[in-house]
């Protein structure tokens, strides 16, 4: 993430097609909506289309738009997505779920950025920026026959891997505090934080609906919890399995919220057993100088830890 973070203005910038790729929950939408934020189009619209939501006939009219005539139901001229996307972003979000019919129209958008309405024998000129996303395996679909090797190839001129929550587990609390900030200001709530316990169980969970799991969890939460600390009891039923669970990484104290110096300790710790304590390549998973890592060590007595590791 860190890496995303820091190539995304520049990607920004550009004005370049970005292909955005993750499971589904992890947030891809929201990184489509920080590059259009952060590019010179901002004052522009930015539009998305669900891709998996429409059958074919409907996607075609919902990005090109239809002269009246065009079919049955078309009493008047009406503008597409692309249309209305004009000076700004269009962001096409589950792009593995279209046909091949549908994927040579699109294709030629992204060549040419010329499109035609349903019904019309006249090309539009769009001045749009395209991004997509999909949780899909493209070139799994491409090698099988079912997505468009030459689509494939226009729309990857920049990749962005989103990855998923229980790759970046450390990132738990940081998630979980911030869903908490909202909610408190979105529901007149005053809500702490999570209890020590509760985020033993949070980073014992796997999290297969991801980023938008958790914010589903702490919005169920705020449910039953009406002050003070979220407790076990307060999350869902469906994290029983792991309430006994307690992950090595997060050590048992008092029941008080982990603070930001204790993750970032124990994150840098972890990163540094996972690399056998070279430092180099500690850096380098972290994306921090050798000093800063020089520093935390220091600061946090790391030397300390690991040779208290060593005796138990």
């Given at each position: 993430m860190n890496r995303i973070f820091d190539i995304l203005p520049r990607i920004a910038k550009s004005d370049s097609n970005v292909l955005i790729l993750g499971e589904s929950g992890t947030g891809k939408e929201v990184l489509a909506?920080?590059?259009h934020r952060l590019s010179n189009r901002a004052d522009g619209p930015l539009v998305t289309v669900n891709c998996g939501a429409l059958p074919d006939t409907l996607?075609?009219?919902?990005?090109?738009?239809c002269k009246a005539g065009a079919f049955t139901d078309a009493k008047a001229d009406r503008?597409?997505?692309i249309a209305a996307a004009e000076g700004g972003t269009l962001f096409l979000d589950e792009i593995g779920e279209i046909s091949l019919a549908m994927q040579v129209k699109l294709l030629r958008v992204l060549e040419t950025r010329l499109y035609e309405p349903l019904g019309s024998n006249d090309s539009v000129q769009a001045d749009i920026r395209i991004l997509a996303a999909t949780n899909c395996n493209l070139e799994e679909l491409m090698h099988a026959g079912h997505f468009r090797e030459d689509l494939f190839y226009r729309l990857n001129v920049v990749k962005l891997e989103v990855p998923s929550l229980r790759d970046r587990i450390h990132d738990v609390p940081l998630l979980a505090n911030h869903f908490i900030e909202k909610l408190n200001a979105e529901k007149n709530m005053s809500i702490s934080g999570l209890a020590d316990d509760t985020l033993r169980i949070l980073m014992a969970y796997d999290f297969p609906g991801n980023i938008r799991e958790l914010q589903n969890i702490i919005e169920y939460a705020f449910i039953l919890c009406k002050g003070g600390l979220i407790q076990p009891e307060h999350l869902p039923a469906t994290m029983d399995d792991t309430r006994q669970q307690e992950p090595d990484h997060v050590s048992?104290?008092?029941?008080e919220p982990l603070c930001l110096e204790e993750i970032e300790k124990q994150a840098i710790f972890d990163a540094l057993k996972r690399n056998n304590w070279k430092r180099m390549k500690t850096c380098r998973e972290l994306g921090i100088s050798k000093d800063t890592l020089r520093r935390k060590i220091e600061r946090y007595e790391l030397l300390?830890?690991?040779k208290k590791e060593k005796v138990a």
């Open positions: 909506k920080a590059l996607l075609e009219s919902e990005l090109f738009g503008l597409g997505r048992p104290s008092c029941n300390g830890l690991r």
